[in-house]
């Protein structure tokens, strides 16, 4: 079976819940699944200051390590609609593993979070996703077969091109589990594409 990088940075957990329904998802299909986290690049004092969630299990990663994996699944909270700076400094050191081709041909996909159903999330998936098209990677959204995405019953994250939550302005919504469903449900998809690719 695919071995799977769930590969995250989360200000205030809301990315963290995700990317252990991602997890799930993936670990679902029989695939071995690594969850990892990127540095913190705020300073400690700032970040405890305002609140940041310091008590995460994930180990953090190194940017070598992306080589060992048949998928790499990336989220992040938006920022002004794009990748929030940790991730954005942890990609940028993966110049090493572009220039050799390390990560060609392998999967990958991308989940995120902003505060409003406005806030940038499709702009934030697809800055993650260029950077796996630069790496060569095969990419994997959350299709409407995941169809609670589609929903007018309630505000929901999710789009064709990854799984996703509102958190709201002050962070006070958590992942419903529409969101979590489609999470797992992206995880799931990725994971079985490269267990067929590669398991």
Do not use: C
Not at 97 to 117: C, D, E, I, P
């Amino acid at each position: 079976m695919a071995k799977v990088l769930v590969l995250y940075y989360s200000t205030y957990g809301h990315v963290e819940t995700m990317a252990n329904a991602v997890a799930e998802g993936a670990r679902s299909t029989g695939a071995t699944v690594d969850l990892k986290r990127v540095p913190e690049t705020v300073p400690e004092e700032i970040a405890r200051k305002n609140h940041f969630k310091y008590d995460q299990d994930a180990p953090v990663a190194t940017p070598n390590e992306l080589a060992d994996y048949d998928a790499i699944i990336i989220g992040t909270p938006t920022r002004y609609g794009r990748i929030a700076g940790p991730m954005a400094s942890f990609l940028d050191q993966t110049g090493g593993l572009w220039a050799r081709g390390a990560l060609n041909g392998k999967v990958g996909g991308a989940f995120t979070s902003t505060a409003t159903q406005h806030g940038g999330q499709e702009t934030t998936l697809f800055s993650i996703i260029t950077n796996l098209l630069h790496f060569g990677m095969t990419v994997v959204g959350l299709p409407y077969s995941y169809q609670p995405q589609m929903t007018l019953d309630e505000i929901v994250g999710g789009s064709p091109y990854g799984s996703s939550t509102i958190a709201g302005g002050q962070g006070q919504r958590q992942p419903t589990e529409l969101e979590l469903g489609g999470a797992r449900h992206q995880g799931k998809l990725i994971a079985r594409t490269a267990n067929k690719l590669f398991g």
